[in-house]
């Protein structure tokens, strides 16, 4: 004769369900946060009916390289840092593998910093997108293209970069072989499918941590 289950054990079960939900919610994302604020640029844009920005790689492992150079340089969430003009083409482009002859034109950036990470929802509204100047480039009605970088220490600062560029999309910024053997060691860039790397893999790892501790609990939970 088959036993029911307990009403106990089926409050567990809806608990339990509920909790790994929001884990796999908390954790499925956690690939490259750069794509996810390239999503919301686009879903803001064509809330207002504006044309949709391609995600270039290129523009986005320049901004990523962008803000390498300003890392250490935030005070009160404000980052501090001037980088010459030359260096996009002279050390940017190179590092990234940009063909040279397809470099492009850049016409906006939003650079902004944490003193700890945050999910890219937060990032978009409390880092990028926290003034009328940062808004109404965003919505700029020339850009075609954009890329996001994202780096940052294991305990903070992190910093954030997002390229603007208005030239004719999948034509300019074109990397060296589809990008194949650009290894970036910390942060991410938008357009490419690698993980972010260093700080922001560990964060990463963490709540993969948290996630398969709930599913263990759960099983324990199940079996009382």
Sequence with gaps: M????????GVWAVLCHSLLAAALVCS???????????????KNRTALKLPVLN?????GCMALQYIELCKGNCTNNIPHCKVPEDDFTEIF????GVELPTFGTLTGQIVGCHSKYLE?????????????????LLRN?????VGVGLVGAHKGPFFWCVLFSSDRANSTFVLEDQGVGIKQKKGCFSGSSN???G???????????LMTTLYCLCILLLHL
């Design 141 to 145: 009605k020339s850009h075609t293209e």
């Design 199 to 209: 700080g922001l893999k560990r964060t990463a790892m963490l709540k993969n941590t």
């Design 28 to 42: 499925k994302n956690h690939g490259n946060p750069a794509n996810d604020l390239v999503d919301m640029i686009n």
């Design 2 to 9: 088959a036993m029911k289950p307990s009403r106990g054990a």
């Design 93 to 96: 482009a190179p590092n990234c």
């Design 195 to 197: 993980p972010c790397s």
């Design 55 to 59: 995600d270039s790689p290129g523009i």
């Design 120 to 136: 890219p929802s937060l990032a978009f509204s409390q880092v990028l997108v926290k003034d009328k100047t940062s808004l109404s």
